[in-house]
């Protein structure tokens, strides 16, 4: 009986590390444009009261956000003129890095 609770209580909590990654909205891909020389809103999801490091390719700075209680987060970054290819990595208990993001008019 015990051995059936341990063995359910570390499935369980298997199970919620595997739902609790650093996660985005579809349309923040690989391959995107965002609007040069603007206020660009990202935003997306963790683990409540998660820290989050976001790193924009081209200016290499690291901007730290923390989850909600709900687990959602959100940043208002400052894009420069036109340019790419660059990344944007996004840093928590996983990483998603996406990749040739071009910056230009939409």
């Known amino acids: 009986m015990k051995n059936r609770l341990l ?3 570390i499935l369980g ?10 996660s985005l909205p579809s349309f923040f891909s690989d391959n995107m444009v965002l609007q040069r020389n603007a206020d ?3 935003w997306g999801w963790g683990n409540p009261l998660e820290e989050i ?4 390719g081209w200016d290499n700075t690291a901007y730290i956000v923390k989850t909600d209680n709900q687990a ?4 208002t970054l400052k894009t420069p003129h036109e340019g790419g290819p660059y990344t944007i ?7 998603l ?6 910056l230009g008019e939409v």
Request: a positive charge.
């Open 7 to 9: 063995l359910s209580f």
């Open 40 to 42: 660009v809103k990202l």
């Open 72 to 75: 959602a987060w959100q940043l």
């Open 53 to 56: 490091t976001i790193t924009t």
């Open 89 to 95: 990595k996004f840093k928590g208990k996983n990483e």
């Open 97 to 102: 890095v996406l990749k040739n993001i071009m």
């Open 13 to 22: 909590m298997l199970g919620i590390s595997c739902f609790a990654n650093v």
